[in-house]
């Protein structure tokens, strides 16, 4: 039978290059692009039928900030797909990303260069904004929305003798201190991306611990420093010319850090490579990173994350409140 595979954030940068290595390996797929733009979304389908004309490639309208967007796009799906093998969380965006220079250049002479290369780590702040939904946007579009999506899909990734996978991508931004239970969605905080991503890898463990015995089980990973378009955003003011000089300082901090992936292709490893694995197999704490060595080979690397159970199942809890909550504003805007 076709594998039906379903990738939100699908029509650009490390999604549009999981796609194109999909079907690249396999020939029996069902491939649904979930995008928020609907424009994009067939370029992007259009670009893969070039490569791969007999392709099956669908699109599926969803903005993962958006609530009823949300519920209208899984409604689709579910009358599309009986079954669903693999759903990829993968869209996600950086707003508005403010970039200290001043921490930027300490961090040029520090011991943490490599970390703040890798993770942004302290020299990477965003203003959030609020959604029509009155939801923190960083929070519904990266980790809030994906787990609405997942609860109504229940039916077409829980099925009896039938294993799903669940594939997060996360950051290896994601960090613990930037993350406050209490403040789930970040209002209070300047680093509403990091926050989302580590609350992503608390609730990938939430969902292990929930629906592995229905046969559907959630991993993470982290493509590593890839230039995309989220990438460029964090400086926009900088020239192009000025990016493609840095390329080589990049390469060489490869030779001594390997989560430099660089390109989308090398930064989807991870999301290509678990689609390959018996998900019962794999280890609900760790987090998969892309890799890619001095010389341009790409390898997985398995990291534990920097997480617990008690807080897993504490987001787990709120999140479903938030579930309650938001389900009941939207029954009564109908009515």
Request: aromatic share 10%.
């Amino acid at each position: 039978m076709n594998k039906v595979v379903l990738v939100t954030g699908a029509n650009s940068g490390i999604g549009l290059a999981l796609c194109e290595r999909l079907l690249q390996d396999t020939e029996s797929l069902q491939l649904c692009l979930a995008c928020r733009n609907m424009q994009r979304a067939q370029a992007a389908r259009s670009a893969l039928l070039t490569s791969h004309p007999s392709a099956q490639v669908a699109l599926l309208q969803m903005d993962t900030s958006s609530i009823s967007s949300v519920l209208a796009a899984a409604q689709e799906v579910k009358l599309r797909y009986n079954r669903l093998d693999c759903l990829y969380l993968n869209a996600g965006i950086m707003p508005n990303p403010q970039f200290d220079v001043n921490a930027f250049f300490k961090g040029l002479f520090s011991s943490g260069i490599i970390t703040m290369f890798t993770t942004g780590q302290g020299i990477l702040t965003q203003k959030d904004c609020v959604t029509a939904d009155s939801l923190q946007e960083v929070f519904a579009t990266n980790l809030f929305g994906h787990f609405l999506l997942i609860r109504e899909l229940e039916p077409v990734l829980c099925d009896a003798g039938h294993t799903s996978q669940l594939i997060w991508t996360s950051s290896s931004n994601a960090h613990r201190p930037a993350f406050n239970l209490e403040d789930m969605q970040h209002q209070r905080g300047t680093q509403p991306y990091s926050s989302s991503k580590y609350a992503s890898d608390l609730l990938s463990l939430a969902l292990n611990t929930h629906h592995n015995k229905q046969g559907l089980y959630s991993s993470v990973i982290c493509p590593g420093f890839v230039m995309t378009n989220m990438t460029y955003g964090i400086l926009p003011s900088f020239p192009a010319f000025l990016w493609t000089l840095l390329m080589p300082v990049f390469w060489l901090i490869r030779m001594f850090c390997n989560n430099f992936t660089l390109n989308p292709y090398n930064g989807s490893e991870a999301l290509f490579w678990l689609f390959k694995q018996k998900p019962e197999s794999l280890d609900p704490q760790a987090k998969y990173h892309s890799s890619t060595s001095g010389l341009g080979n790409n390898y997985i690397q398995p990291r534990k994350m920097d997480i617990d159970l008690e807080t897993s199942e504490a987001l787990y809890e709120q999140l479903l409140h938030l579930e309650s909550e938001v389900r009941k504003k939207l029954k009564g805007k109908q009515k």
